[in-house]
């Protein structure tokens, strides 16, 4: 004997047959679009369209990197603020180095032609 439909469970049916339409009604739209080479919005994406990315100036990301910075350190259990590393001093050639730089690549370029022109 087959179970009796009720009301209730004629519409619980109908809206879960409605639920399985709408979702092969947007893949079919999907397809279509990959066949014409367009982009398919579905109507669940543009009822909430999707809020625009805020731009923050360089002097922002600046003070944000900071405190990030500022953050991390204490979590790390450090209590000074992160300073800039001393850097060494720039070493400078002295001009009779620099004489023998220039005197080795020209004696190899020079060793270069002659070794080609023979």
């Known amino acids: 004997m087959p179970a ?6 004629i519409e619980a049916a109908i809206d879960g047959f409605e639920a399985q339409k709408h979702k092969i009604d947007v893949q ?22 999707a809020r625009p990315h805020r731009k923050r100036s360089a002097a922002v990301r600046k003070r944000m990197a900071a405190a990030q910075k500022k953050r991390w350190a204490t979590v790390k259990g450090q209590t000074e603020e992160p300073t800039q590393k001393t850097s060494k001093p720039k070493r ?3 001009a009779a180095g620099r004489a023998a ?15 080609t022109k023979e």
């Open 4 to 9: 009796k439909l009720t009301n209730t469970i």
């Open 28 to 49: 079919i739209a999907e397809l279509r679009a990959l066949l014409t080479g367009d982009t398919v919005q579905s109507t669940e994406a543009s009822a909430s369209p």
């Open 92 to 94: 400078k050639l002295s």
């Open 101 to 115: 730089i220039v005197a080795a690549s020209k004696k190899r370029w020079a060793d270069k032609k002659a070794a």
